[in-house]
């Protein structure tokens, strides 16, 4: 197995500690009397939960053994979500439990990476950047051109972006789905 330093630590990097695989989702550098720790907040991919260990600077962790697979996002029927291999065109069935953080933002035909862990179907990661259209959210206002105040708006496959307040319904913007689902731009028409 491969072995990750803390000094790689990121949020979203997956690790391995006593056979089950967790996912970073914060992370604290603390430098104390004589050495430096690091605090995590870890999800377990494998139940969900969420636990929080600390680390000294310098201690290793076991790279999981993690397939990743291109697939595309075919549909959904009731609790289950259906993605085909791009290359095998095999197609799975993942449970929404699984994927529940990344459902409100997939649109049908989208390519997205599907993580399995010993053969099972553990994470869905839509990529970086997406573009989606805004389906409901507050009247702007003519000349209201400040980023710095943001309104709700709730895009078409169902989720929610904080946007700025000139952005209106019709609208498509990019959201950095890296940082929580960050408004990034609004894209030309």
């Given amino acids: 197995m491969v072995s990750i330093s803390t000094s790689e630590f990121r949020r979203g990097l997956k690790i391995e500690m006593e056979g089950v695989p967790y996912a970073i989702v914060d992370m604290v550098h603390i430098q104390q009397k004589r050495r430096a720790v690091i605090k995590t907040k ?73 993580q399995f862990y010993n053969g099972s179907p553990i994470s ?21 051109t400040v980023t710095s105040s943001f309104k709700p708006a709730k895009v078409t496959t169902g989720g929610t972006v904080q946007v700025p307040m000139f952005v209106g319904v019709g609208d498509v913007v990019r959201v950095n789905t890296t940082e929580n689902f960050k408004y990034v731009e609004r894209v030309k028409k």
Avoid: C, W
């Fill in 42 to 114: 870890l999800r377990n991919i494998l139940s969900g939960s969420i636990s929080e260990y600390t680390f000294l600077n310098g201690d290793k962790v076991e790279k999981p053994d993690l397939d990743e697979r291109t697939m595309e996002y075919l549909y959904h029927d009731g609790d289950h979500y259906h993605f085909m291999d791009q290359e095998s065109f095999e197609q799975i069935t993942i449970d929404e439990r699984i994927i529940e953080d990344a459902i409100p933002f997939m649109r049908e035909n989208e390519r997205v990476l599907v």
């Fill in 124 to 144: 869905v990661e839509l990529p970086q950047f997406i573009e989606l259209t805004i389906a409901e959210t507050e009247p702007g206002y003519k000349g209201d």
